[in-house]
């Protein structure tokens, strides 16, 4: 048979397949994703999980007057497949490439971008509401996954969606698993769910014949409609979603393109909020995928015959990991805390070693933030790791409900600055601005491995008060000697007499490539890391500025907020005679590409410092 892929040459063509062409065509999808995804890397695992649901909704819909919305994002490949994007599939997650995520300056049929989980709902009600107003009479789907259920904005939305009644059609793709698998009650509610997959294509044929009975036709499938619901409520347990006012369908397999299509041409006929429950394999149709999902949720890149995965080395993750388990061994009141992510933040082995003191409490950041809150309120030390970007979304808990009560709770920040690929919803760019401006708050920021574990030592064992320690995706460490980490002082990495390079973190590492370059030039730099960040080593900063009387900063953060704001703040405070710039990334969304296409495009790379401290110096000295 044709490849069904190569034959659809306009969007519309899809509509034109039969049932057996249209299971082809999702044969050959999943057979384009494992090849392409295995060279690129990406999600693969949620979207051969999805490849008939979705055909099923370009399939019913018609896109894009009527609106599609992702949860989260990640699993839009197939979308993006069939809207025209196939041909540019080699440059996904690449600089310049396809985004990862759905993006509305990519394509008109990306409706709105998403990267979080839980916020899907909002989006689309708001759309729905915004449809309303205008008098237009187009479809708003949202399709989601069972993860985002352990969020607490979804059920803010689905609360107002079913009081609104407004038609609205909400499609849980329910997999049991989010990143990790999914814990906690709704889960299990999910679980227990039956239906019969042929109830909507008998009961759209009762309706469309009452419809055509003048009058009592219509009084009559009115009555069944309410005697159906009172029996119902009698003989069987209604869910959840019926009864916030929604009109459920479900479960139904999400394999089976027939029962999909029925169930979405029903759906697009109701006039209210429908909640279609869609049951479907994680990494359908690759058996690697399917045997291990979460291992293959994200990938850098395999070998898709075998479907051997690449070795991810040693990172500031798996240090993390390692370093947590040695020191709750010997303190006991350490409690580990995830929302939903104890492969990617390191806490597999300790969630294995104590399992009464860990605890995951799904996609739930601000719940998760407060729940520590309360455990260090009742005499634990809490440990939550977040990636940035998801810390970002717990800013008032953190704020309102630790740092107010300086409750020692540590926030080991994972994915801190550039995260590469992912892109601007998931770039950890903004976390010193906003941990910074927090009263108690400290924020510990590493250059090697073996620094983070010595801060891990004293965050847990000697801090009092909310402590933040950021480090970076990968294992980006400066080649400097090892020194432990001595709160609040600063460590003169090298002496200079030309320019100070203050630094942390990742870009410590840059800084002493930016110092070897100047060295070619014959200009004598000096290196000054701050592994605290906030609150800074002040004497440290005056110190080496009044020294060389010209300083930089460099940060894997926005310059709005961030270590080279508080660094000026600081020599104008107190009238240093000093020329200062400080190096961050601007205040805008930070595309997606490698980390080292990233630093090069603004300008954060060694090579562009350099540059910028020669030409100063010797337009300073005419």
């Keep these: 048979m044709k490849n069904m892929l190569e034959k659809l040459q306009n969007y519309g063509d899809l509509k034109k397949l039969n049932i057996d062409e249209l299971e082809q065509l999702c044969s050959d999808i999943r057979e384009f994703l494992i090849e392409n995804v295995s060279r690129t890397g990406g999600h693969l695992a949620s979207n051969l999980g999805i490849v008939e649901l979705t055909v099923a909704i370009h ?15 990640h699993q839009a490949y197939v979308h993006k497949i069939l809207t025209g994007r196939k041909d540019d599939f080699s440059t996904l997650r ?24 839980s916020t899907s709902v909002s989006a689309a009600l708001g759309m729905a509401r915004a449809r309303d107003l205008c008098g237009r009479k187009n479809n708003i789907i949202t399709l989601f996954g069972d993860g985002a259920l352990t969020g607490g904005e979804i059920y803010e939305a689905i609360n107002d969606a079913g009081h609104a009644k407004t038609p609205l059609i909400l499609i849980l793709n329910d997999n049991t698993m989010s990143i990790s698998k999914n814990v906690g009650a709704v889960s299990k509610h999910l679980r227990n769910i039956r239906i019969n997959r042929y109830y909507f294509k008998s009961k759209k044929r009762v309706e469309k014949i ?27 347990p209604t869910t959840m979603f019926d009864d916030l ?6 479960p139904v397999d999400g394999h089976d393109l027939e029962s999909l299509i029925t169930c979405l041409d029903y759906a697009a006929t109701e006039k209210k909020p429908v909640f279609l429950h869609v049951r479907t394999v994680k990494g359908k149709g690759y058996a690697p995928a399917e045997k291990n999902p979460a291992a293959y949720h994200g990938v850098s890149g395999f070998d898709p015959k075998t479907g051997s995965l690449p070795s991810g080395g040693d990172s500031y993750s798996s240090q993390f990991g390692k370093s947590i388990v040695r020191i709750a061994e010997y303190n006991d009141k ?3 805390i995830t929302c939903a992510m104890p492969d990617g933040t390191g806490l597999i082995d300790f969630s294995k070693r104590f399992k009464n003191r860990f605890f995951d409490v799904g996609i739930a950041e601000q719940h998760g933030v407060t729940f520590a809150a309360g455990m260090a309120a009742s005499g634990f030390i809490p440990v939550i790791p977040l990636y940035s970007t998801f810390l970002q979304r717990a800013f008032d808990q953190a704020l309102h409900d630790v740092c107010l009560q300086n409750l020692h709770v540590v926030f080991p920040v994972d994915r801190a600055g550039l995260v590469g690929a992912d892109g601007e919803t998931h770039q950890g760019v903004y976390d010193l601005s906003y941990l910074c401006c927090m009263p108690n708050m ?5 250059s090697s491995f073996a620094q983070l574990n010595s801060m891990l030592d004293y965050a847990i064992n000697s801090h009092d008060g909310p402590i933040a320690i950021r480090y970076p995706r990968g294992n980006t460490q400066t080649t400097y000697p090892f020194e432990y980490f001595k709160p609040g002082a600063s460590i003169t990495r090298k002496q200079g007499r030309d320019v100070s390079i203050i630094t942390t973190g990742r870009m410590v590492y840059t800084a002493q490539k930016a110092a070897e370059l100047l060295s070619e030039s014959n200009i004598d730099a000096e290196v000054v890391e ?58 805008e969304p930070i595309v997606h590409g490698t980390v080292d296409e990233l630093d090069k495009k603004y300008g954060m790379d060694a090579q562009s410092i350099a540059a910028f401290i020669i030409k100063g110096l010797k337009s300073w000295q005419k």
């Design 59 to 73: 399939r019913v819909f018609n896109l894009p007057e009527d609106k599609l919305i992702f949860d989260v994002g």
């Design 94 to 117: 690449t600089f310049g490439g396809l985004s990862g995520f759905p993006k509305r300056n990519e394509s008109e049929f990306d409706a709105f971008d998403t990267g979080h989980s």
């Design 210 to 236: 009452l419809d055509h009975i003048p009058i009592i036709g219509r009084w009559i499938k009115h009555s069944i409609e309410k005697m159906k619901a009172g029996i119902r409520r009698k003989v069987l």
């Design 245 to 250: 006012g929604f009109r459920y369908i479900g």
């Design 334 to 336: 350490v409690v580990a």
């Design 442 to 446: 400290t924020v510990l920021s590493p």
């Design 530 to 587: 701050l592994p605290t960040v906030y609150p800074l080593c002040k004497s440290a900063i005056l110190a080496t500025a009044m020294k060389t009387g010209y300083a930089v900063s460099i940060e894997d953060n926005i310059l709005s907020g961030g270590m080279g704001e508080h660094i000026a703040q600081t020599l104008l405070s107190a009238n240093v005679q000093c020329r200062f710039k400080a190096f961050a990334f601007p205040n």
